[in-house]
Nanobody, 120 residues
């Protein structure tokens, strides 16, 4: 499955962004999917994941209550709604997919990243 993330940009602290991930080349509903991020000079870290059916979601503690992951299998899309953004959320955000629902970054398939910059 091929993934392509979009929707990043520059936003002020306290603002919102919605990231999108378009899947192709496979049956998206066969895969769990996730978002991860990588800040400059840091390792990639898990942000959120969602079961293939959308019925279960998991979040890193640092985004709980602010970010919401969702998916639309009919249109092979996944989303990350990010509210109350903080400067420390600045990173390249990646979407990922795997046949196993995971809460780490060991996903099999990755899209290219989209840059989110939060100014203070």
């Amino acid at each position: 499955v091929q993934l392509q993330a979009s929707g990043g940009g520059l936003v002020q602290a306290g603002g919102s962004l919605r990231l999108s991930c378009a899947a192709s080349g496979g049956t998206f509903s066969n895969y769990a999917s996730a978002w991860a991020r990588q800040a400059p000079g840091k390792e990639r870290e898990f942000v959120a994941s969602i079961k293939w059916s959308g019925t279960s979601t998991y979040y890193a503690d640092f985004v709980k209550g602010r970010f919401t992951i969702s998916r639309d299998n009919a249109n092979n899309m996944m989303y990350l709604q990010m509210n109350n953004l903080k400067p420390e959320d600045t990173a390249v955000y990646y979407c990922a997919a795997d046949r196993t629902l995971r809460t780490d970054t060991h996903y099999d398939y990755w899209g290219q990243g989209t840059l989110v910059t939060v100014s203070s």
